[in-house]
């Protein structure tokens, strides 16, 4: 199975790496078998998050007998010492261990430094003092913070969404990462649900040495899908490059990663599927997206009061509303019979 060496971490990790988002959706029994099998099958990377619920005490509840075998990352949202210290020791107690491997700050606004007036970097240095976190993190969807973070020289890793819709400007963060020896860590390598064949995701990861690609796994025929292009890798094929060429044809330009940043609405649209319908409804079974309660949660968009909340929260820089009703005038089109 191939690897990766996390930059100056030093970590050396299965080529792919397990998202710890989705299991919160499941059931303890569930997660524990799929965590297991991805564990026996050589998968040693872990990706959870403070906030995403119950993820962490799955993944304790699952892998602590072998927690010396694995490498753990988790994250906080905390922009105050205060919120930084309860996080961690949540963290611990519910991964059932005294350490993290890599403890990343979760989408900050800014790139948290020595001296900024918020603590939280100081409280990581002494969190990593007292040896409850190994290496220091950061995840962003935002291009200008991950650069500083990068340039900052205070990261071991940056965790930054990466799959084969990636921009120039996105590529460029993996180079200089490799540059400077930082992990890159690649979150949303489906792109959120809209890439929909993952032999042609991993063909592509595989192609980047130092690029860590975290799959966001509920459903055992997802993880066994995985683990049989980790077995028996992908190559990268005329015909698969021209299939992500037409995929990248399709999905250029402006469109939103469903990443649910800019929630919740007062409106409460479901902006990060709303925002998205047309393609949702091409790119993947349409019909779940036609029930009474779709086309009720749809007919939200008409309620928007225009707070633009979602707009300055849009790491990706989306006029949101306008993406909206270009989102629902399609929606009612096909509805009323326009085809697909
Ligand atoms: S502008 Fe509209 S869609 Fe955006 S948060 Fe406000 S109400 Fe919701
Ligand atoms: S509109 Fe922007 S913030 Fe909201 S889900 Fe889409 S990409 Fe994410």
């Not at 299991?23 to 297991?36: C, F, G, K, M, V």
Request: aromatic letters at 8%.
């Amino acid at each position: 199975m191939k690897t990766v060496r996390l930059g100056r971490t030093g970590l050396v990790v299965s080529k792919n790496g397990f998202g710890c988002l989705p299991i919160q959706r499941i059931s303890d029994q569930e997660a524990a078998a799929l965590l297991q099998r991805a564990y026996g099958s050589g998968v040693n990377f872990y990706d959870t998050a403070r906030m995403y619920t119950d993820s962490e005490n799955k993944l304790g509840l699952a892998l602590s007998h072998v927690r010396d075998k694995i490498i753990i990352a988790t994250k906080t949202e905390a922009v105050t010492p205060e919120h930084f210290w309860a996080d961690l020791e949540e963290s611990l107690r519910r991964l059932k261990t005294d350490y993290v491997d890599i403890y990343q700050f979760h989408n900050p606004s800014f790139c948290p430094k020595p001296g900024d007036g918020s603590g939280v970097y100081e409280a990581m240095l002494e969190a990593k003092r007292q040896g409850k976190v190994r290496h220091i993190g950061i995840t962003n969807h935002r291009l200008a913070v991950a650069k500083q973070a990068i340039e900052s020289g205070l990261y071991e890793t940056l965790q930054f969404p990466f799959n084969y819709l990636a921009t120039d400007q996105d590529m460029e963060l993996v180079r200089l990462c490799k540059e400077k020896d930082m992990g890159f860590i690649a979150m949303k390598g489906m792109s959120g649900g809209l890439l929909n064949e993952a032999r042609l995701s991993i063909a592509w990861m595989d192609q980047f040495e130092n690029v860590e690609p975290i799959w966001g796994i509920q459903r055992p025929e997802e993880l066994e899908e995985f683990l049989a292009c980790m077995e028996e890798p992908v190559a990268m094929t005329e015909e698969i490059r021209g299939r992500i060429e037409r995929d990248r044809a399709q999905l250029s330009g402006d469109f939103c990663r469903g990443c649910g940043y800019c929630m919740p609405c007062p409106a409460g649209i479901p902006i990060n599927n709303a925002a998205r319908m047309s393609l949702l409804i091409r790119r993947s079974p349409a019909a779940p997206y036609f029930t009474q309660e779709w086309q009720e949660k749809m007919a939200r968009i008409d309620q928007c009061i225009h707070c633009n909340h979602c707009v300055s929260k849009c790491p990706y820089g989306l006029n949101t509303p306008d993406l909206l009703a270009r989102n629902y005038q399609d929606y009612k089109e096909v509805l009323a019979g326009k085809p697909l």
